[in-house]
């Protein structure tokens, strides 16, 4: 069956460093793979979708990579600030031609980072 | 505002009763999607909807139903409530190309079984 892997452990880290985040899937052949942010008790919100043929994609300071080899996306978040502290969500998708499918995210991973 | 409406926002209720949760998707998306998140636990997919018709279905309990009607809102029917059903549940919504885009998700409705 499909299985979506992130670090279950909480990842601490000081202001001013770069927190990476992993995201591992299997069974899986996904076109597209999104990230999401959720503070708690809060809805989750969409930051960065990459595409297979896409092996980076960047939003400000957040990087994205994915790894159709590896079956891995890692997610970057550089010169992190207190206010970077939340969950995050990735969802790996399926194409747009493919109805009748909806995105499963993966458990997720907290990030703390301290001033 | 993410431009999905989730009403209410919090509903408390007693085991065995049955309730309705209200989803208004954002302007001009067709796809809805309902979310359970228990504590601790990650996101559960529960049912897609399009243009009024059912898409896709996760891990929804048979005490649950729910439809999406012509002005596409949508409705979530949880039924016989249990005390392991009190969790958050969200509706997402997304345009034609579903996940092409990314999911914009309501503020939640928090069920408390009691």
């Known amino acids: 069956s499909q299985k979506i892997e992130q670090n279950s452990e909480a990842l601490n880290i000081q202001e001013g460093k770069t927190a990476t985040l992993t995201c591992n899937y299997t069974?899986?052949?996904?076109?597209?793979l999104q990230w999401y942010r959720q503070d708690p008790g809060r809805g989750p919100v969409f930051l960065l979708l990459?595409?297979?043929?896409?092996k980076e994609k960047r939003k400000e300071r957040l990087k994205v990579t994915f790894d159709t080899t590896l079956k891995q996306s890692l997610f970057h978040i550089t010169a992190s600030q207190p206010a970077d502290s939340a969950t995050y969500l990735c969802?790996?998708?399926?194409?747009?031609?493919?109805?009748?499918?909806?995105?499963?995210f993966g458990k997720g991973t907290t990030l703390s980072v301290s001033s | 505002d993410s431009g999905v409406t989730q009403t209410p926002k919090h509903l408390i209720t007693a085991t065995g009763q049955r309730v309705t949760l209200r989803c208004s998707p954002r302007?001009?998306?067709?796809?809805v999607y309902w979310y359970q998140q228990s504590l601790d636990q990650g996101l559960q997919f529960l049912i897609q909807?399009?243009?009024?018709?059912?898409?896709a279905k996760g891990n929804i309990l048979e005490r649950f139903s729910a439809q999406q009607f012509p002005d596409l809102h949508s409705e979530l029917n949880l039924s016989s409530l249990e005390l392991g059903d009190s969790a958050l549940y969200f509706c997402?919504?997304?345009?034609?190309?579903?996940?092409?885009?990314?999911?914009?998700f309501g503020s939640g409705t928090r069920l408390t079984v009691v």
């Open positions: 997402a919504s997304s345009p034609p190309g579903g996940q092409a885009y990314g999911y914009t």
């Open positions: 069974n899986y052949s996904p076109a597209y």
């Open positions: 990459i595409r297979e043929n896409e």
């Open positions: 969802a790996p998708g399926k194409g747009a031609n493919q109805a009748g499918t909806a995105l499963i």
């Open positions: 302007s001009g998306d067709l796809s």
């Open positions: 909807y399009y243009n009024g018709e059912e898409r």
